[in-house]
């Protein structure tokens, strides 16, 4: 799992296995994000899940969150070698800061 | 257009000299940030602006110098390098939760 200062941990797969990520956090927070980034580009916003929920789903990703326990998880079904990328949880509380957990790198083969 | 753009995307810099990062985004978006992100690390948020209102970190205050002329730009500037600042720096923006980041500049420092 990662937050904060841990190291970037890393995850390799064979495309078609499901995959979960996991994530805890230490501050109040309202709303988890996750983020994807690709090799060359920036973070991008692939799902978002508030505290009044307990699971969202977008295509082949599910997002968990537990309030209680302060974790989330991220599952994705099926990969993809499009899904290699660094994952990042990020935890909010208020509108404009983000708190980054350390990231997952996926790798997955092909 | 969702773009981030970011100038440069690769910097070379000696030690002692300045820097300056340039970022723009045209999807009005009232709020700019500025992370440093090191390998295997965690973006770390060094300033944003919310609208014409510099914040920045406790940690890097004396470090990082921001500016933001209009609602579309905001820039970076280092005022003397040092080894430590060599680090990918990822511009974001936003109206509310969602940020979108430009591609990153990659400062190494000399």
């Known amino acids: 799992s990662q937050w904060g200062e841990e190291n970037l941990q890393a995850l390799s797969i064979q495309e078609g296995e499901d995959v979960t990520m996991n994530c805890s956090y230490k501050t109040y927070t309202t709303v988890v994000q996750w983020y994807r980034q690709k090799s060359g580009k920036g973070p991008a916003l692939i799902i978002l899940?508030?505290?009044?929920?307990r699971e969202k789903r977008s295509g082949r990703l599910r997002a968990t969150l537990d309030t209680s326990s302060q974790s989330s998880s991220l599952s994705i079904t099926g990969t993809l070698a499009t899904d290699t990328a660094v994952y990042f949880c990020v935890a909010s509380s208020g509108s404009w800061q983000l708190i980054f957990g350390s990231g997952t790198q996926l790798t997955v083969m092909p | 257009d969702t773009t981030v753009k970011q100038n440069p995307r690769y910097k070379l810099a000696r030690v002692g000299k300045p820097v300056n990062l340039i970022c723009s985004q045209t999807m009005n978006h009232d709020t700019m940030y500025w992370y440093q992100k090191k390998p295997n690390q965690a973006p770390k948020l060094l300033l944003f602006?919310?609208?014409?209102?510099?914040?920045r970190e406790a940690d890097t205050f004396e470090k990082f110098q921001s500016s933001r002329p209009n609602n579309s730009f905001c820039s970076l500037y280092i005022g003397s390098a040092g080894l430590e600042y060599s680090a990918m720096y990822l511009c974001?923006?936003?109206?509310?939760?969602?940020?979108?980041f430009g591609p990153g500049t990659r400062l190494t420092v000399l």
């Open positions: 602006y919310y609208d014409k209102i510099l914040n």
């Open positions: 899940i508030r505290s009044n929920e």
């Open positions: 974001a923006s936003s109206r509310r939760r969602e940020q979108y």
